[in-house]
């Protein structure tokens, strides 16, 4: 936390490194650097580790190359190799590395032909240093390379073995590669697997409608979710013009150079890594930790909306402090921030799997159930409640017994999602009438309806 007072250049600087702590979480791997130049060297190494959060190993010749693998237990992302190095006067370095399963990225003065030559025996990339923006070249393949590897693409099309080529070329990459024949398959595996970062659409079908598709994944995923990119033969009528105003992300022309395909794909991977790491610093409750009210209404709207197309059971849940008012006013604001802190904490250790879990305001939690109908949802309420209950939490020195109310209400029939978080209040109000520290839900009034 700043001082009072503080500045809100201050307040920047806080949030760049909170950007780039989620950066070098996101990208935090190990790259191999084999270059003799001691000018390339230095400053590829530099550029990795501050711009990419990167560890960099440096090796200058063929020999300490093979003593650095041969010792070195760590698995290497990639490795970044010069082709002309001590020791290694026709492509030994790049051999080696392929023959030990590390990536290697070519960075070299060598021209066209040896570049066929490298890429044919499984170089990611090649870059020639011709040129002064060489080296950013480098340093912007292996951010899309390191980004490409984590990132899962799903291949549409209503004719099996018609994106082969894509799917190659994508591998090749290191994308993880799924396909979908029809429409009705890709929006399975986007319920079902819901971590697809881009789509890749192919539009050239009779009786096909690519962007009609592209409407129901824009209505079952949020709008940067995921990212869709159409491809087609088309390209003298509107297809392309169609498909982006629709809401696709890229649009790719058949025929096309084989480069030119997987460096807009390696672009909007990076990109996409990069927009999921800052928001994920924006969906996030400052203090506890867990997700915010923002995102719990975003997330769980998409949540609905899939149980809802699955017709799978759904449940929602509002958990309450008890008097939390008392225990500010008694203890003081730190205490009370201490217990925030505890309570979500044992929350989420609890909720693992497919539970929603948010930080709604004050001393409110928001909870979706996805694949619980309400009885499963209030059962798992009641184990947390009694844990909670059970086990004092450590402020300021002093065991504090903490208590809660929770509401639970089924999700059913298609609505507006605050009916729903509304209907789970409704529930926590009664529950805080009844006396607090229980759950209450639809089965909570049976008795009293029967009598």
């Known amino acids: ?32 650097i084999v270059e003799d130049s001691r000018m390339f060297s230095t400053a590829l190494r530099f550029r990795l580790e501050t711009e990419l959060g990167v560890s960099v190993t440096h090796c200058g010749d063929m020999d300490s190359l093979k003593a650095v693998v041969e010792a070195s237990g760590e698995r290497f992302a990639l490795a970044i190799v010069d082709l002309n ?37 499984g170089a990611l990339d090649y870059v020639m240093k011709d040129s002064p923006s060489a080296l950013q070249q480098v340093i912007v393949g292996v951010d899309r390379i390191l980004a490409s590897e984590r990132t899962k693409v799903l291949l549409v099309s209503p004719e099996p073995g018609s994106m ?39 539009l050239d079908h009779p009786g096909w409608d690519g962007v009609l598709l592209l409407g129901e994944i824009r ?26 105003k629709a809401g696709g992300d890229e649009f790719i022309l058949r025929p096309y150079c084989h480069d030119d395909f997987t460096a807009r794909m390696l672009h909007l991977a990076a990109l996409h890594k990069q927009f999921l790491a800052l928001n994920l610093l924006a969906s996030r409750d400052y203090l506890t930790d867990v997700y915010n009210r923002r995102y719990f209404f975003e997330a769980g709207q998409r949540i609905v909306s899939q149980a809802m197309r699955r017709g799978a059971q759904a449940s929602i849940a509002i958990v309450d402090i008890d008097h939390f008012k008392r225990l500010n006013d008694t203890y003081g604001h730190e205490v009370g921030d201490a217990v925030l802190k ?93 006396g607090r520290n229980c759950v209450f839900s639809e089965f909570s009034m049976q008795p009293a309806l029967a009598g």
Do not use: W
């Open 342 to 434: 505890a309570v979500s904490s044992r929350l989420k250790k609890r909720l693992a799997g497919n539970c929603l879990l948010a930080r709604l305001g004050g001393e409110e939690f928001g909870m979706i159930f996805d694949g619980l109908g309400v009885a499963d949802a209030v059962a798992r309420c009641e184990i947390l409640r009694g844990e909670l209950a059970a086990t004092p939490i450590e402020a300021d020195g002093e065991p504090l017994t903490i208590t809660v109310s929770i509401g639970v209400a089924a999700i059913e029939g298609d609505e507006v999602f605050d009916n729903y978080l509304n209907a789970a209040d409704q529930f926590l109000y009664m529950a805080k009438h009844a």
């Open 85 to 121: 190095l001590p020791g290694s006067p026709d492509c030994e370095a790049l051999d080696f590395l392929v023959s030990r399963s590390i990536r290697p990225f070519v960075f070299t003065a060598f021209g066209q032909p040896m570049r066929d030559s490298a890429l044919a025996k």
């Open 1 to 32: 936390m700043h001082p009072v007072g503080c500045n809100e250049k201050g307040r920047e600087v806080d949030r760049n490194s909170q950007r780039q702590a989620a950066f070098l979480r996101h990208f935090g791997r190990s790259v191999l």
């Open 219 to 244: 209505r079952h995923s949020t709008p940067m979710s995921v990212r869709v990119v159409g491809i087609s033969s088309r390209g003298q009528d509107t297809t392309g013009a169609r498909f982006l």
């Open 164 to 202: 082969a080529l894509e799917e190659a070329l994508l591998s090749r990459q290191r994308f993880q590669v799924q396909m979908a024949d029809g429409a009705e398959r890709a929006l399975d595996l986007l319920d079902e697997t819901r971590d697809i970062d881009i789509i890749l659409l192919d």
